[in-house]
């Protein structure tokens, strides 16, 4: 896997990844664990849909 997230790519999926488990807690909803999906995302620092559709966000990716 190459990285392709950079660090404030990372800031945005961790903050947007908290309030969606939070709101899911919050209406005591099963959805709030998407919000695991950018958190982990994050903390691989790679994202599959950015691989298709070819983008990065990374200074050093190679």
Do not use: E, H
């Not at 190459?2 to 961790?14: E, H, M």
């Amino acid at each position: 896997m190459v990285k392709n997230i950079g660090s404030a790519d990372k800031i945005i999926r961790v903050v947007l990844g908290l309030a969606i488990i939070v709101t899911g807690i919050a209406v005591q909803s099963w959805w709030g664990a998407v919000g695991l999906i950018p958190i982990v995302t994050a903390g691989v620092s790679f994202c599959p849909l950015y691989t298709i559709v070819g983008l990065t966000t990374c200074k050093t990716s190679k």
